[in-house]
């Protein structure tokens, strides 16, 4: 049991990025060198995908011509002897992957972009990353955690992670009856509650492992928080009908939705990259330590 097809709703407007993402698309932001599409590819592909599935929206022909062939770039790199570069290019997609692109027209919502991607999908258990979430999942991918939880139970799968009460405004919020360590089945799923009426504080994080039967539910999912089709919804229907876990992934998540969470992940994937880590590490701590003097020589001027 291996789920081949991975979905990923890219047509959000990355509106918290402007003017960054005026022309082009928040996932081909990069964290030093790769863009958060190009990770949530990679996780996909470490669990197993093997078809790729785009939902796209208005200016976000960058993601499509990134993991297209690059003839002229790759016979450019080949001919002046770069032969690190031009490895590092032809392996943005592996051999054997396809990927297939389906505009959103209309931005209905989390819930249709993935009704959106029904026809590519079928009638088989697939995965929905949102690349604005990076997870760092250490010993094994977030969505390579949550096949084996699939694979043992057989059933839906969502990435879950405790967040402070406060933040509840901004994620599903579940509600769980436990069912082993770090795993629970949902009783009750929430978009966006406040905080005095969210069911907990166990946040579901962008990796889904979802039925189709999702998407018949999404199809008469009315309109929900904000105007728009929400999955959650669509989840909350199908709680009704079939077991999904709230699993909480290890590891390490970045909202690089927001832009303090993006830094952070610059920062910290900087820390780890094989090529920066020393010297970045040197300036962040000559940095932090000219910091400190700083203050003290402000605080002696004051
Ligand atoms: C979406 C989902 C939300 C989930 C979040 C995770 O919200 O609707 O349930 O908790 O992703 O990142 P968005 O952040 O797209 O508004």
């Given at each position: 049991m291996r789920i081949r097809k991975a979905v990923f709703p890219?047509?959000?407007?990355?509106?918290?990025f402007l003017p960054a993402t005026k022309a082009s698309a928040k996932e081909m932001l990069p964290v030093v060198d790769k863009p958060l599409i190009q990770y949530a590819v990679q996780e996909a592909i470490s669990a197993g995908a093997e078809e790729l599935i785009f939902i796209t929206g208005r200016s976000k022909n960058s993601i499509m011509d990134h993991f297209d062939k690059a003839y002229e770039l790759e016979a450019e790199l080949a001919q002046k002897g770069k032969e690190a570069l031009l490895q590092t290019v032809q392996e943005i997609l592996p051999p054997g992957i396809t990927c297939i692109f389906i505009r959103q027209a209309e931005a209905l919502g989390l819930g249709h972009a993935v009704l959106c991607a029904w026809p590519a999908v079928g009638d088989e258990d697939f995965s929905v990353i949102l690349?604005?979430?990076?997870?760092?999942?250490?010993?094994?991918p977030c969505l390579a955690q949550m096949q084996r939880v699939y694979q043992e139970y057989g059933t839906s799968v969502i990435a879950c992670e405790r967040i402070p009460k406060e933040d509840t405004g901004s994620y599903g919020v579940v509600e769980v009856q436990p069912v082993g360590p770090g795993l629970g089945e949902i009783r009750r799923i929430v978009e966006k509650p406040k905080p005095e009426e969210a069911p907990s504080n166990i946040a579901v994080v962008g990796r889904y492992i979802l039925t189709p039967r999702i998407f018949k539910l999404i199809q008469s999912t009315p309109r929900g928080k904000g105007g728009e089709i929400q999955l959650t919804d669509a989840i909350q229907a199908m709680i009704q009908e079939q077991t999904v876990l709230a699993y909480e992934f290890e590891g390490t998540r970045y909202d690089c939705g927001s832009k303090l969470g993006y830094l952070k992940a610059n920062v910290e994937y900087g820390l780890k990259h094989p090529e920066l880590a020393t010297e970045f590490r040197d300036y962040l701590g000559n940095l932090t330590a000219n910091w400190g003097q700083g203050e003290k020589s402000d605080a002696r001027k004051k």
């Open positions: 890219v047509a959000g407007m990355g509106t918290r690349a604005d979430d990076l997870i760092d999942g250490r010993l094994r």
